[in-house]
């Protein structure tokens, strides 16, 4: 039973109810690489089996048309540079778990990889990942709605992602939303994280950490908008609960007066908008993204290597654990 009161307790009794085996199969059962714009088949295929996961948590799915014209986004394989898209058309996946009010909190993760690349970190364990949050709360009846959301066209420039935003926002007040990327590859070696330049004068107390551990990819980053601070608090504590150790690294480009000083000029603060989470920090919502850090960490980043043998599946379970517990605490 989901004990609310202590999220880090609710935590450690939550991750033994994920089967660490069965999401390694969801890994491997999701076609790849698949992309709405290279190959639309594999991404019809993969949204037909997340909806049949979300049916056999209980929960009803829907679809949400994607549609976009003349944007400026990215190029999804080398030199992975800005590109102009005169159409990108994709499909959102959403369950919705209805609660009381009309608050909501939002977990969501990308389903489109590159074009070259299974992406199994990237993003398809995150996906796996949400549908396990989805079995874990499914049976309860919760004070705020919760949405579970898969979102298309984000390797493209996160397109999926704001039209998600938009439709929510006509349904719900939204008071979270997380956001699971790149989360399930971890490396114990010295040296294995890198950090990006200027880091160390944005964060002195993260990185100083990061640095007495050696260096080790083996924790989970937390990159949030001050909004979300408190909720950020509570999912360290309950990823403590799981054994995951954490730092939190609050969004430098929502500085007042310097924001846009330090997004121009300390390149370590672009990596903050990599994800689908900007969609709903430039709705000023809280929101938070779960990450392995990827390309800072993962050498089989957006590469035909990203296979599932390459993940630590046992850290995605604890994810998996810690996240279920915030939410289910927040949901009420």
């Known amino acids: 039973m989901l004990r609310t009161g202590d999220v880090r307790a609710a935590a450690a009794e939550l991750a033994g109810e994920v089967d660490v085996a069965r999401l390694r199969e969801r890994v491997a059962a999701l076609p790849a690489p698949r992309s709405s714009l290279h190959s639309p088949d594999r991404m019809r295929a993969a949204a037909d089996l997340v909806e049949s996961w979300f049916a056999a948590a209980g929960l009803a799915a829907e679809r949400q048309p994607v549609s976009v014209t003349g944007v400026t986004g990215y190029r999804d394989h080398e030199p992975f540079d800005k590109v102009r898209y005169d159409r990108l058309d994709g499909v959102n996946v959403l369950a919705t778990q209805p609660g009381l009010a009309s608050e909501a909190i939002v977990l969501l993760a990308h389903y489109d990889t590159v074009r070259d690349s299974p992406g199994a970190d990237d993003n398809t364990a995150s996906v796996v990942a949400l549908a396990e949050v989805a079995h874990l709360l499914a049976a ?155 390309d800072l960490r993962y050498p089989h980043y957006h590469r035909p290597t990203d296979t599932v043998d390459r993940l630590d599946l046992v850290r995605v379970r604890d994810i998996v654990a810690a996240t279920a517990a915030v939410i289910g605490h927040l949901a009420g």
């Open 140 to 294: 309860r009846s919760p004070y705020r709605t919760v949405v579970y959301a898969v979102t298309d066209l984000e390797e493209l420039g996160f397109f999926g992602a704001y039209a998600l935003a938009d439709l929510l926002a006509t349904r719900h007040r939204v008071r979270l939303a997380v956001n699971f990327e790149c989360l399930a590859y971890t490396d114990p070696a010295p040296g294995s994280q890198r950090m990006s330049k200027g880091l160390g004068l944005l964060y002195p107390r993260q990185v100083a950490w990061i640095r007495r551990r050696g260096q080790r990819g083996d924790f989970t980053a937390l990159l949030h908008n001050r909004a979300a601070t408190g909720p950020v608090r509570l999912l360290r504590r309950a990823l403590a609960g799981s054994g995951v150790a954490s730092v939190a690294l609050a969004d430098p480009n929502g500085l007042p007066l310097v924001g846009g000083w330090i997004r121009r000029n300390v390149r370590g603060a672009r990596n903050f908008r990599r994800s689908d989470h900007v969609a709903f920090w430039d709705r000023d919502i809280p929101a938070v993204q779960l990450t392995d850090t990827a």
